[in-house]
């Protein structure tokens, strides 16, 4: 643990204890409130999307290590955090994702085999973000806070927050780990979100290690108040607690679409597995810990609850074992079948629209693919793209 900071002891925001039991302190009666309506079968659900999302993880994990994927980054462990605060967003709802956020994208619906297209490298993305109002995965550690605050800022701009419409009304959702709080990126995002008001949830999921580096060589205070430094309403939940991570998702995307502005939200959470397929975790952790952590297991909370509950049964059980090894079965036949895109496949998405010196690396690139030397490449595309450059310029003479 990072007891230096005291990482067990600081307050958090807990309505499912590791032992399956309802909270019921009076202290977090508001959240409470939050998730009294939540109906059976939409426990099940999240039980259900957190199964899968373990599922996949475990079948991309072994697809790398039998040389089908490039690289993999695994998310077990963060389950709650991730489909806790998925299942509080609406459709018009916009997320910006890292690169770990697979049970989001679970509940988002985006194709599991698509989610590994970049993994394989067949695809710079693996789906469309306007299909699922889901951002592709973000490499770039922390760029995504940028993304979303500009985003964010464009929705207000379209007059889409505070409009008092639950249909029209919209709030975006940027993930990170407790790593990327040390990136200049985040901290610009949070400096514009919290001067322009924008309607933006910056979510740090904290699992405790940024690669081997502990949460205690970044910081000296719980991260949550990185946020309240800002002048953002902040708090930290238990991440391993899906009913929690999703009232305080809640309350952060209501205060967002209302047009209160931003919120800061710090998931604690572990990260079970290594940090990608490439890390080795035993060099820099022990397995005592693993251990701890381990006994909190996101889904074994769930999964005692709703049996205490007698919100499932064998039947369900054994339809959602049934359901998940269709998955695998899935992703071990489709990824393998994944072709690469075309190489011109980087040139069609960089703008909305067609760009003069987008055309004229890609006629460049055309050209030097199919033999031309570098020069004569250069001429050649200089020589395709003035009719468009002229064009351009004489429509905007008009």
Same mark, same amino acid.
């Given at each position: 643990?990072?007891?230096?900071?005291?990482?067990?002891?600081?307050?958090?925001?807990?309505?499912?204890?590791?032992?399956?039991?309802?909270?019921?302190?009076?202290?977090?009666?508001?959240?409470?409130?939050?998730?009294?309506?939540?109906?059976?079968?939409?426990?099940?659900?999240?039980?259900? #999307?957190?199964?899968?999302?373990?599922? /996949?993880? =475990?079948? $991309? @994990? !072994?697809?790398?290590?039998?040389? %089908?994927?490039?690289?993999?980054?695994?998310?077990?462990?963060?389950?709650?955090?991730?489909?806790?605060?998925?299942?509080?967003?609406?459709?018009?709802?916009?997320?910006?994702?890292?690169?770990?956020?697979?049970?989001?994208?679970?509940?988002?619906?985006?194709?599991?085999?698509?989610?590994?297209?970049?993994?394989?490298?067949?695809?710079?993305?693996?789906?469309?973000?306007?299909?699922?109002?889901?951002?592709?995965?973000?490499?770039?550690?922390?760029?995504?806070?940028?993304?979303?605050?500009?985003?964010?800022?464009?929705?207000?701009?379209?007059?889409?927050?505070?409009?008092?419409?639950?249909?029209? #009304?919209?709030?975006?959702?940027?993930? /990170?780990? =407790?790593? $990327? @709080? !040390?990136?200049?990126?985040?901290? %610009?995002?949070?400096?514009?979100?919290?001067?322009?008001?924008?309607?933006?949830?910056?979510?740090?999921?904290?699992?405790?290690?940024?690669?081997?580096?502990?949460?205690?060589?970044?910081?000296?205070?719980?991260?949550?108040?990185?946020?309240?430094?800002?002048?953002?309403?902040?708090?930290?939940?238990?991440?391993?607690?899906?009913?929690?991570?999703?009232?305080?998702?809640?309350?952060?995307?209501?205060?967002?679409?209302?047009?209160?502005?931003?919120?800061?939200?710090?998931?604690?959470?572990?990260?079970?597995?290594?940090?990608?397929?490439?890390?080795?975790?035993?060099?820099?952790?022990?397995?005592?810990?693993?251990?701890?952590?381990?006994?909190?297991?996101?889904?074994?909370?769930?999964?005692?609850?709703?049996?205490?509950?007698?919100?499932?049964?064998?039947?369900?059980?054994?339809?959602?074992?049934?359901?998940?090894?269709?998955?695998?079965?899935?992703?071990?036949?489709?990824?393998?079948?994944?072709?690469?895109?075309?190489?011109?496949?980087?040139?069609?998405?960089?703008?909305?629209?067609?760009?003069?010196?987008?055309?004229?690396?890609?006629?460049?690139?055309?050209?030097?693919?199919?033999?031309?030397?570098?020069?004569?490449?250069?001429?050649?595309?200089?020589?395709?793209?003035?009719?468009?450059?002229?064009?351009?310029?004489?429509?905007?003479?008009?």
């Amino acid at each position: 643990m990072n007891s230096d900071i005291g990482e067990d002891k600081v307050p958090l925001l807990q309505l499912l204890t590791p032992e399956g039991a309802r909270v019921t302190g009076r202290g977090n009666s508001a959240y409470r409130k939050r998730i009294a309506g939540l109906k059976p079968e939409q426990l099940r659900g999240m039980y259900r #999307d957190m199964v899968l999302t373990r599922r /996949f993880d =475990d079948e $991309a @994990t !072994s697809l790398q290590r039998q040389g %089908e994927l490039g690289l993999y980054a695994p998310s077990r462990g963060q389950e709650a955090a991730q489909v806790g605060n998925a299942y509080a967003l609406a459709p018009q709802d916009f997320v910006f994702p890292s690169y770990r956020e697979h049970g989001v994208l679970q509940v988002r619906g985006v194709d599991p085999v698509g989610r590994l297209e970049f993994y394989r490298g067949t695809d710079h993305g693996g789906w469309n973000p306007l299909e699922h109002n889901a951002q592709v995965y973000t490499v770039v550690i922390g760029s995504q806070a940028l993304h979303a605050v500009g985003y964010a800022m464009g929705v207000q701009r379209d007059g889409l927050v505070g409009t008092g419409d639950p249909a029209k #009304d919209t709030a975006v959702v940027t993930y /990170f780990g =407790d790593g $990327a @709080t !040390s990136q200049g990126d985040v901290s %610009e995002g949070l400096v514009f979100a919290a001067v322009n008001q924008a309607p933006v949830v910056f979510y740090c999921q904290n699992n405790q290690w940024a690669i081997s580096e502990p949460t205690t060589k970044q910081t000296r205070t719980p991260l949550y108040k990185r946020g309240e430094g800002f002048g953002i309403p902040s708090l930290r939940v238990d991440g391993n607690d899906v009913l929690a991570c999703y009232a305080a998702t809640q309350e952060a995307l209501e205060r967002a679409r209302s047009g209160g502005g931003p919120t800061f939200i710090e998931a604690f959470t572990y990260r079970m597995g290594a940090h990608t397929t490439s890390d080795d975790p035993t060099r820099y952790r022990t397995t005592e810990q693993e251990e701890v952590w381990r006994k909190r297991d996101p889904i074994d909370r769930l999964r005692i609850l709703l049996e205490n509950e007698n919100a499932i049964d064998d039947r369900f059980e054994a339809e959602l074992r049934a359901e998940a090894d269709a998955l695998g079965e899935r992703l071990r036949d489709h990824v393998r079948k994944l072709e690469p895109a075309t190489k011109t496949q980087m040139f069609e998405t960089v703008y909305a629209t067609e760009h003069s010196i987008v055309s004229e690396d890609r006629a460049w690139f055309e050209a030097y693919e199919a033999g031309e030397p570098a020069d004569a490449a250069y001429a050649t595309a200089q020589t395709a793209v003035v009719p468009q450059t002229a064009a351009v310029q004489q429509g905007g003479t008009r």
